[in-house]
């Protein structure tokens, strides 16, 4: 069997995101959406009550007062919070299951993703755009891709320096094909597509890196792609030595974003990784 026919199986074949978060998604895309439901729905999964209760009573929050019910975390940490450990908490066990190898390293993946996700939501926050919480999950997401390609790449040796030393000009997913046979965005699209995840966020995850999409899609994808670029020139889970991250200064005039804006992205992310421990490690996270 070829590597590609093994890579689009295991595209096919992802496991899709668990139901409790696939409703919580549905409903806070309602801007008017009830407390009491997203409550309601995230109560339905113990595991998952368990998890987040425990994340909202370690240091990550410093709480003088004990969560005791998913009520209290709203009440004290607020919806958008909760909605942030439920995905983090339904998505870290595909982290998990990624050996380390010499296309990706979970931990580091998980790392970038988690960034990429706070910087998501920080900007979003800052362009107007209307749903930080679609930000934030889309950047959850956007590497899902890379997940499914990891676990068809155990034996793959990526010798980046000889691949640059015959093409200077190869970029991120250029290699990718090279190496795997197919780049982690287009992986993203199908995985997302095969989720039946919203029409924006599939097209997010599957053209952030492609400068002339970027330019022709919405806001979303624009988000992602400065984001993504942002933390991948932070150093944070940047997948092959030798390349340059470049934002598109298409993507930050779409969104009206200064170097101010920037600057203020790049102290936010730099702090969440410092009070975070507790979501960067994801023995603590998985349980599913």
């Known amino acids: ?13 992802m496991p899709p995101l668990p139901g409790v978060a696939q409703r919580v998604l549905q409903i806070v895309r309602d801007p008017d959406y009830s407390i009491d439901t ?11 009550t368990t ?14 007062q004990e969560i005791a019910s998913v009520g209290d975390a709203v009440a004290y940490l607020g919806t958008r919070n909760l909605v942030k450990l439920v995905l983090i908490s339904c998505t870290s066990s595909y ?11 979970p931990a580091e993946l998980w790392k970038h993703t988690l960034c990429c996700a706070s910087v998501c939501q920080f900007l979003a926050e800052r362009s107007g755009y209307e749903q930080p919480a679609t930000a934030f ?10 997940v499914a390609l990891a676990q068809v790449v155990d034996d793959v040796i990526v010798d980046v320096p000889a691949l640059l030393a015959g093409d200077p000009g190869l970029g991120y997913l250029e290699i990718e094909r090279k190496v795997v046979g ?24 599957r ?22 670029q942002m933390v991948l020139g932070m150093g944070i889970g940047a997948p092959f030595a030798g390349l340059t991250w470049t934002i598109d200064p298409t993507a930050l005039d779409k969104l009206h974003l200064t170097d101010a804006d920037l600057e ?25």
């Open 1 to 13: 069997m070829s590597q590609l026919v093994q890579v689009m199986r295991s595209l096919r074949t």
């Open 38 to 48: 997203l409550v309601s729905v995230v109560r339905t999964d113990p595991a998952l």
């Open 51 to 64: 998890r987040i209760l425990k994340l909202c009573n370690s240091s990550l929050y410093g709480l003088s």
């Open 95 to 105: 982290f998990k299951r990624v050996g380390v190898n010499g296309y990706v390293d």
């Open 137 to 146: 999950t889309t950047g959850i997401l956007h590497n899902v891709g890379k």
């Open 182 to 205: 197919l780049d982690h965005a287009n992986a993203g699209g199908i995985v997302t597509e095969s989720w039946s995840l919203p029409t924006e966020l599939r097209r997010a995850v």
């Open 207 to 228: 053209n952030h890196h492609d400068p002339a999409l970027i330019r022709g899609d919405g806001d979303l994808t624009a988000l992602l792609h400065v984001a993504d």
């Open 264 to 288: 203020g992205a790049r102290t936010h992310v730099t702090e969440e990784l410092v009070r975070s421990a507790e979501l960067l490690n994801l023995d603590t996270l998985d349980g599913r």
